[in-house]
């Protein structure tokens, strides 16, 4: 078989009806197989000698999320082809079309504020979206105690448990709200320029605009104890404040303007300032 | 828990729906996905994009690969680079299932992890650090322009006449100098730096 036509195989560099001919002569031909192979190693090779690119620590988060989704979307469980590492298949050109078995459901986050939130940061309508406790029947309040003290009683799983799901739950939440209609992605980017696309580690975050000009903020880190995050809008040389948030991950219930910069700073949670010391903006 | 697990065992553990494995998988080679990515697409937004929906078909074709066949890398690498030369081609993703295929000198690739046999190669394992160093030494076995050469098409998806005209040589130079090239490359990955292909098949 031709040599160069299989490179060009491995290469991808033909056409559809090019590659079902060249697919079937490797079945059938096992030097074939094993020059493909090994020219696919050598490729292999070249792209993991590049320089690697940092990625920021909330892509993972988002991964969950989008993974998450399409296990509630595709409910049906089956085994995987190949029940253990290294264990050869009983049928090598069997194919499956199956998706993942469906764990136990993430709860949703509340996208809206509970009443202390809601008491404290209405005026600027930033909201935290950490998973918080909500006003229930008192039935379900006495459930809830028991199952707090649960897990009062099992503090150390509650060290690991709490912050898993709210970083499973900050994954769906960014994925399904970047899938929204009209939504657009935004990297933060500092007031230096350095961008997203300079270095998929150096930025700060990400910002969601959604189509009804309302915002979800994911930032890589917490503020600092005893800090918060301020959104700001300016717009005409008039910056106007949006509100604050002491968490990571949160929504600006305001609509915000196309046109006008957003501008975001870190700042001491007691102490008004103003956006003058910018951590990051965004040119909307 | 193994605390530096294959990546065969990872993807294995991916294919039992274990999101943690895909995240060592992630943290492993979303990197130089990412640095694939940016070569080829412009967009940060769009690079960042493909990143994600790569890991998610990673997710989804784990229960159908056969690690004993494929290493975990060239297949995940491989598919990376079809998933974005579809982009930038414009057109759909391929098929590709070279998962399915055996080496036909192989009898021992019961782990892909460390027990190649004297002439055969079993694929990078990033649990593996001392192989970065056999990577980085394999990859100066090619000139810039080779390189060049083959990052054109890898990235690209430049046909062999776009080569020779981007290079303005001989289609025949450009497609011996690709087939060279990648053999020089095979050999430093094999030891055997310098044997043509014919002479590691026989």
């Known amino acids: 078989m031709n040599e160069d036509v299989l490179i060009a195989y491995c290469l991808g560099l033909l056409n559809e009806d090019e590659r079902a001919a060249i697919a079937r002569d490797i079945e059938r031909h096992p030097q074939a197989a094993a020059f493909v192979r ?25 991964l969950v999320g989008r993974i998450r989704q399409q296990l509630q979307a595709a409910p049906t469980q089956s085994q995987p082809r190949y029940p253990h590492s290294g264990e050869a298949p009983d049928t090598p050109h069997a194919e499956q079309t199956s998706a993942h078995p469906v764990p136990t459901p ?125 959104v700001w809008q300016r717009r005409a040389g008039d910056t106007q404040s949006l509100g604050t948030a002491s968490a990571r991950a949160f929504f600006v219930r305001r609509q915000t303007t196309l046109g006008s910069t957003l501008l975001l700073t870190l700042e001491p949670a007691d102490t008004p300032s103003a956006a003058t010391n910018p951590i990051a903006s965004v040119t909307l | 828990m193994e605390t530096n697990p294959s990546d065969a065992t990872l993807l294995a553990r991916v294919a039992h729906a274990d999101e943690a494995a895909l995240l060592e998988l992630y943290e492993r080679y979303a990197p130089f996905v990412a640095a694939m990515a940016r070569r080829m697409l412009q967009d940060p937004d769009d690079i960042h994009q493909s990143v994600q929906s790569i890991f998610v078909t990673i997710w989804q074709r784990a229960p159908h690969v056969d690690t004993r066949r494929v290493p975990v890398s060239t297949w995940l690498v491989m598919l990376a680079q079809r998933h974005l030369l579809a982009q930038v081609l414009g057109r759909p993703m391929e098929t590709f299932a070279f998962e399915n295929w055996d080496i036909p000198t192989s009898n021992t690739r019961g782990n892909t992890r460390g027990n190649a046999t004297e002439n055969a190669f079993s694929g990078f394992d990033m649990a593996d650090e001392s192989q970065h160093k056999h990577l980085k030494q394999a990859a100066t076995a090619l000139s810039s322009e080779e390189r060049e050469l083959l990052e054109l098409a890898l990235f690209q998806g430049c046909s062999y006449r776009e080569l020779a005209q981007a290079s303005s040589k001989p289609l025949r130079t450009v497609t011996t100098t690709l087939r060279t090239s990648l053999a020089r490359l095979h050999g430093y990955l094999t030891g055997q730096a310098g044997q043509s292909w014919q002479d590691s098949d026989a």
């Not at chain 1, 696919?40 to 920021?56: E, G």
């Open chain 1, 106 to 230: 993430i709860p949703q986050v509340a996208a809206t504020p509970d009443a202390g939130v809601a008491d404290v940061e209405t005026t600027f309508a930033v909201y935290d979206v950490t998973p918080r406790r909500q006003t229930r029947h008192p039935l379900v309040l006495v459930g809830q105690s028991i199952i707090i003290a649960g897990l009062v009683l099992a503090g150390v799983w509650w060290g690991f448990l709490r912050p898993l799901r709210q970083e499973l739950a900050i994954g769906q939440l960014l994925e399904q709200t970047t899938r929204q209609a009209g939504a657009v992605t935004y990297p933060l980017l500092t007031p230096a320029g350095a961008t997203l696309g300079d270095s998929l580690g150096v930025s700060l975050g990400v910002m969601v605009r959604t189509g009804d000009g309302e915002l979800l903020f994911v930032l890589r880190e917490p503020p600092p104890d005893g800090q918060v995050y301020h």
């Open chain 1, 38 to 62: 090994q020219t696919l190693d050598s490729c292999t090779a070249l792209i993991l000698d590049l320089p690697p690119v940092r990625v920021p620590d909330y892509a993972k988060d988002e």
